[in-house]
């Protein structure tokens, strides 16, 4: 009856939506002010979802510490030891056992770079 490429004119029939609901489709509005039954987007299991986050959070980490690596940046040995003893640490934290946790958020065991606390 319904079909992915079908295409309504002003309005579209309430079965039209029962039948996306069963069949991985969905209505949407077209340029042309049509109504259209396309394929429903694939659902990013959570998971997945989750270790993207964490890696997204973790990469703004390492980020915020690119300066303090750099060679010329004015930092005695020990601290710089420190800074990328924490950035491995970052680096390593998608593959500990637990993750993705929450995706990065507080219940996240984010390694602490101390050496730099005053």
Request: glycine fraction near 8%; charge should be negative; hydrophobic fraction near 40%.
């Amino acid at each position: 009856m319904f079909s992915i490429g079908m295409t309504f004119a002003g309005s579209y029939p309430e079965e039209a939506a029962a039948w996306c609901n069963q069949n991985g489709a969905m209505i949407v509005r077209t340029d042309a002010g049509e109504f259209a039954i396309r394929p429903a987007p694939a659902r990013v299991p959570l998971q997945d979802r989750l270790m993207a986050d964490l890696r997204a959070a973790r990469d703004a980490r390492l980020a915020a510490t690119d300066c303090l690596v750099l060679p010329d940046y004015p930092i005695p040995d020990d601290q710089r030891a420190a800074v990328q003893t924490y950035r491995q640490a970052l680096r390593d934290l998608p593959a500990r056992e637990g993750a993705p946790w929450d995706g990065g958020g507080e219940g996240t065991p984010w390694p602490e770079l101390t050496a730099l606390k005053a």
